[in-house]
Nanobody, 125 residues
Framework: QVQLVESGGGLVQAGGSLRLSCAAS????????VGWFRQAPGKEREFVAA????????EYADSIKGRFTISRDNTKNTVYLQMNSLKSEDTAVYYC??????????????????WGQGTQVTVSS
């Protein structure tokens, strides 16, 4: 069982940066694959980024490629999402997720097992 708690969201101007954090419980968290999704009002939850437990595999949504970076610090049981050059369309609730096996389709929310409660990111234009 893994519990995830996101933090770091807030209000930022377009072009600015934010770093989201996801603190995980459990001594075996380093064995989990991790990811970030987001959900804007009235829209479905969409994939943002994912990273395998070894770090050998990372995937990014086309809409954020080159602007966002997913990373992890296993000594702190924490996953990060560095977001640069933010745009108004990045406004959403951001969710951290984890899975013990690399999802067959990492971009599908139902492929992931554990979820945090989300953190709001608002980008003003």
């Amino acid at each position: 069982q893994v519990q995830l708690v996101e933090s770091g969201g807030g209000l930022v101007q377009a072009g600015g940066s934010l770093r989201l954090s996801c603190a995980a419980s459990g001594r075996t968290f380093y064995t989990y694959n991790v990811g970030w999704f987001r959900q804007a009002p009235g829209k479905e939850r969409e994939f943002v980024a994912a990273r395998s437990r070894s770090g050998a595999t990372t995937e990014y949504a086309d809409s954020i490629k080159g602007r966002f970076t997913i990373s992890r610090d296993n000594t702190k049981n924490t996953v990060y999402l560095q977001m640069n050059s933010l745009k108004s369309e990045d406004t959403a609730v951001y969710y951290c997720t984890a899975a013990s096996l690399w999802p067959r389709v990492a971009t599908t929310a139902t492929s992931w097992n554990y979820w945090g409660q989300g953190t709001q990111v608002t980008v003003s234009s």
